[in-house]
């Protein structure tokens, strides 16, 4: 047993679907949820779950892929920094193909800076122990599921006395967006198919103010497609019994106070502040930054350096995607100028972006 | 780049272990983990870190309640 195929069994997930198609029948209403992070879309991209719901029941996907909400702003710094002398940038794959407004990391290696994708941000500790001489910048981007990983990285660095590494941190948290979301008429959510790994560190109770205050019915659910359709039909239900709650479908992994040590390291290492999302605009408190005590490991404040005027892409839609109002379908330049090998938007970049997944899984 | 795998420990050093799935070995840290931990337990690694126990007992009880719900030969 792996916990993954199990949970790709193809008679429950069947049975589900049928099970949410009675529930939803004779419903006058269409019911519209949002998932919120980037691997489920890709999931429900993968595994064709769209197909397999009645016309009632309708799937948008949210802000939930960290690297197409980091406004360009961010990647023209970290470009900035991979042009000084000496410095090694350090990232997860998914940043390097991202246009800024006019170049991206990938073009910048092309010319000779170093940027080495690293799986963990643990290499990158290590990186910087082995070249003492120079300077190594962690492009530290991601939700409630990452930043706590680069919290440990700060940790691990200032223990072993680094002080040749630092972090570019432009983290978000979710439950913030998405109270502006569901306020939002244009969008109408009936409900939230809550993230699963952001919410093993933060628990579900985070998401009791949407629920209880503002009506949405919330369900953390898991990545598996048999996780992904049980979350859509205890959504269906708390609809169709008028109810608005935070349950947990992923309950193997999720629990109701999520994981209080990785909280308590983010609330050591990081300080809340104000954060730009793309297609959303500044959404206050709802960003980490460096907390001032561990202030030598933030790269932003101990490496000047001269930033351009950051541009967006003409013409490119990802704002709207983000937020939901729109399909890549609605996109002129989805499929024709924007393509994976040659993205325009961060949408189109990252796996799971919402492009990405429907250019590679939707068309 | 919220993908976490289930993985299984295989071998614990301090509060770095490794874990394997499928053949692939990893190495993981629990420093973030508020979970006590031991051979052959699964564990959520995200990003070099064990982020979350997996609750092997609610994995199976969930498990068993679909198969009975949802039996394959209904659903083939």
């Not at chain 1, 839609?317 to 325009?344: H, N, Q, Y």
Request: proline share 6%; glycine share 8%.
């Amino acid at each position: 047993m792996n916990y993954m195929d199990e949970f790709r069994d193809r008679s429950i997930v069947l049975g589900l679907a049928e099970r949410i198609k009675e529930l939803a029948a004779g419903r006058p209403e269409p019911m519209t949820f949002m998932e919120v992070c980037g691997t489920h879309t890709m999931a429900i991209y993968q595994y064709g779950l769209r197909s397999l719901l009645p016309d009632g029941v309708r799937l948008i996907s949210g802000p939930g892929c960290p690297v197409c909400v980091t406004p360009n702003g961010y990647i023209d710094r970290a470009i900035a920094l991979s042009r000084l002398p000496d410095t090694i940038i350090t990232t997860f794959g998914d940043m390097v193909r991202v246009p800024g407004s006019t170049s991206s990391l990938m073009e910048e290696r092309a010319r000779g800076a170093d940027v080495r994708i690293v799986y963990s941000p643990l290499d990158a500790v290590s990186i910087a122990e082995k070249n003492a001489g120079k300077r190594v910048v962690f492009l530290g981007v991601g939700f409630e599921t990452t930043a706590p990983a680069i919290a440990g990285s700060i940790l691990t660095a200032a223990s072993k006395g680094l002080v040749n590494y630092s972090v570019l941190a432009a983290h978000k948290t979710i439950p913030l967006p998405m109270e502006i979301l569901s306020s939002d008429p244009e969008l109408s959510i009936d409900g939230y198919i809550c993230p699963a790994h952001v919410s093993a560190i933060i628990g579900a109770e985070a998401y009791m103010p949407l629920a209880e205050k503002l009506g949405v019915p919330c369900v953390v659910t898991g990545f598996e497609p048999v996780d992904v359709m049980q979350g859509v039909e205890m959504l269906v239900r708390q609809v169709v019994e008028k109810r608005s709650s935070v349950e947990i479908q992923y309950g193997r992994v999720v629990k109701w106070e999520g994981n209080r040590k990785a909280q308590a390291i983010l609330a050591e290492v990081f300080s809340v502040c104000d954060s730009e999302w793309r297609g959303i605009g500044v959404i206050p408190g709802s960003g980490l930054e460096i907390a001032e005590k561990f202030a030598a490991f933030d790269a932003e404040k101990t490496i000047p350096v001269t930033v351009e005027e950051p541009r967006e892409h003409l013409g490119c839609l990802c704002g709207d995607i983000l937020k939901g109002k729109r399909s890549p379908f609605d996109c002129p330049l989805f499929a024709t100028v924007c393509m994976p090998e040659s993205p325009v938007g961060a949408c189109m970049v990252s796996s799971e972006g919402t492009c990405a997944a429907a250019y590679k899984y939707g068309r | 780049m919220c993908l976490g795998i289930p993985m299984k420990i295989i071998s614990i050093d301090g509060t770095d272990v490794v874990a394997e799935v499928d053949g692939v070995k990893r190495s993981a840290s629990l420093m973030i983990l508020d979970e006590v931990v031991g051979l052959g337990d699964y564990v959520v690694v995200h990003a070099g870190f064990a982020i979350s126990k997996l609750d092997e007992a609610d994995a199976l009880e969930t498990l068993e309640l679909m198969r009975e719900a949802f039996p394959v030969e209904n659903y083939s």
